[in-house]
């Protein structure tokens, strides 16, 4: 999911940027719940939220004297495939023993009794993420990026990306997760069922125009991966000094499937300098400022690392970029039907207008 903008300044942005506001969890009842699976809930100092996102609500608190992230759903409607804590749950109690980098979940309650919402208790990673800024190069011009640290940084998200495609499911108890067969063709349904649900009649021959595209051209689906599909820079918590990945976060979508879907979801969120307004102005990864890769470097340098073919990636490209308007345009429709009332959410309606525009010019070849 698209994270919040707000907050983020010159310096890099911790995942538990904390805010005071801990209202809609019943704590107690949380804490009996808790001493009942022999698990003991401290207030005191007491649960706070994380800053960031639009997604699922994340708390830090305190368990079996050990800091731990409680993790559900947002308030109101959730939207379909969306906020999985039982999915998340079931890959984190997993993949943690084969990829590292992947926070253990150790408790998934489903009982909605409990708080109002599934949740799960996860394990906590101190560290940093960068959004949409760099910090500042370290020269004393505090207006300067750093092109080393943005390098550093596509080479860590690649990284990442590789080792997480090079697990093999089966030995981590996933072997049967999901259903990878006809992965993108249910995908491109999927997607085009969710854009018909919140965009308009303005919008739906565009809508229609390319999902006829994705029918026409549907690629063989590649050899299944643990696939995180919502990967990009900020779900990567890192060590202070932007040196190593501490953590990959956020996996309630996360399946088994085609792994170029995560490459190419990464790509539908990297901006470069002459693109069009809409991507320019999505504010979620600093990718067009020195030392960030180009879309097409990135895409190369993960085939050579993995070996993956990337022929007819177009596809993939096409689909998770469609997909990402989709996206904005289910929050924008929470912000007129729903719960949410923040002012942002207004301004992602004609955002998502943008990205469906770009998706088609992505389509044509107009931009990688």
Not at 60 to 88: K, Q, S, T
Not at 122 to 148: F, K, N, Q, S
Not at 155 to 172: F, K, R, T, Y
Request: net charge negative; with cysteine.
């Amino acid at each position: 999911m698209p994270h919040d903008r707000s907050g983020t300044g010159a310096m890099p942005q911790h995942p538990a940027s904390e805010i005071s506001d801990a209202a809609g969890i019943d704590w107690p009842a949380l804490g009996r719940f808790l001493r009942s699976q022999g698990m003991e809930l401290a207030l005191d100092p007491a649960p706070v939220r994380f800053a960031g996102g639009f997604g699922n609500l994340n708390f830090r608190v305190r368990v079996d004297g050990r800091d731990a992230v409680l993790r559900r759903p947002p308030f109101g409607p959730i939207p379909i495939g969306g906020n999985d804590m039982a999915r998340e749950h079931r890959i984190l109690s997993r993949l943690w023993r084969a990829f590292p980098l992947a926070p253990r979940s150790l408790l998934l309650c489903e009982d909605t009794a409990v708080i109002g919402a599934p949740f799960q208790l996860i394990e906590y990673r101190e560290g940093v993420v960068v959004r949409d800024t760099l910090p500042a190069a370290r020269t004393g011009d505090p207006t300067t990026p750093d092109p080393a640290t943005g390098d550093r940084l596509c080479q860590i998200v690649l990284e990442v990306l590789a080792g997480l495609h090079a697990v093999d499911p089966a030995a981590v108890g996933l072997g049967d997760f999901a259903r990878p067969e006809g992965f993108l063709e249910r995908t491109a349904h999927g997607w085009r069922r969710r854009a018909d649900a919140v965009f308009g009649d303005a919008e739906r021959p565009l809508v229609a125009e390319i999902h006829a595209w994705l029918a026409d051209r549907l690629v063989p689906d590649q050899a299944p991966a643990i696939i995180h599909n919502d990967y990009k820079l900020d779900n990567i918590i890192l060590t202070p000094d932007l040196a190593r990945p501490v953590a990959l976060i956020d996996w309630d979508m996360g399946s088994r499937g085609d792994p170029l879907i995560d490459l190419a979801t990464l790509v539908s969120y990297w901006s470069e300098p002459g693109d069009p307004p809409a991507m320019r102005g999505l504010g979620q990864m600093p990718t067009a400022g020195p030392g960030f890769w180009s879309r097409e470097r990135v895409v190369r340098d993960y085939a050579e690392r993995t070996g993956r073919d990337v022929s007819r990636f177009r596809f993939h490209r096409t689909l998770a970029q469609f997909k990402l308007a989709v996206v904005f345009r289910q929050l924008h429709h929470r912000h007129l039907t729903g719960p949410v009332d923040d002012p942002r959410y207004v301004g992602f309606g004609p955002l998502s207008v943008g990205l469906l525009d770009f998706a088609r010019d992505v389509m044509n070849e107009r931009y990688f």
